[in-house]
């Protein structure tokens, strides 16, 4: 792989050196103050004794969440930071993926996750950035349903305020 990071289908130079068969990859992302741009809970209604989403109609278009200001996404190679890939990401919840693409007459990718707290390659040095927390030491904080309300005699006939 010849280390180009991709946003929003466009290829950018990142890591010189690019990638190749054992390396071990890592990903470092910040959000100071991450929860004050989490996106808003949805207002949930019980009918029927299940969870029903209440939306507002749609906008004509959907917002991006606001960017968090000294937010920052780095990758380190085999415990070498790569350097800063992406600065003032959006606000929300961030969940480790791969995305893997071969053509037909290539064998299949393989990819492995470790979510710590043992790592092969931890980084010795984060360039002044503070050390991280692995990602299996972090709670799972699901969204808390507590604008949970029960409709009214079975029926979702309940008015309701959108923001």
Not at 143 to 156: C, D, K, S
């Amino acid at each position: 792989m010849d280390g180009t990071k991709v946003h929003k289908a466009w290829r950018a130079n990142y890591a010189d050196q690019g990638y190749g068969e054992g390396d071990v990859l890592g990903f470092y992302i910040h959000l100071p103050d991450g929860e004050l741009y989490e996106p808003k809970q949805p207002f949930l209604v019980h009918y029927k004794g299940l969870p029903f989403r209440a939306e507002a109609p749609k906008a004509a278009e959907q917002k991006t969440p606001d960017p968090v200001p000294g937010s920052e996404i780095c990758y380190f190679k085999n415990g070498v930071c790569q350097g800063t890939a992406f600065v003032d990401i959006p606000g929300g919840r961030y969940y480790p993926a791969a995305s893997m693409y071969t053509l037909p007459d290539q064998p299949n990718c393989e990819v492995r996750f470790n979510f710590g707290p043992n790592f092969e390659f931890f980084p010795e040095d984060f360039g002044g950035r503070s050390v991280p927390q692995p990602m299996s030491d972090v709670p799972y904080r699901p969204y808390q349903l507590a604008n949970e309300v029960p409709a009214e005699n079975g029926t979702a006939e309940k008015t309701i305020k959108l923001q």
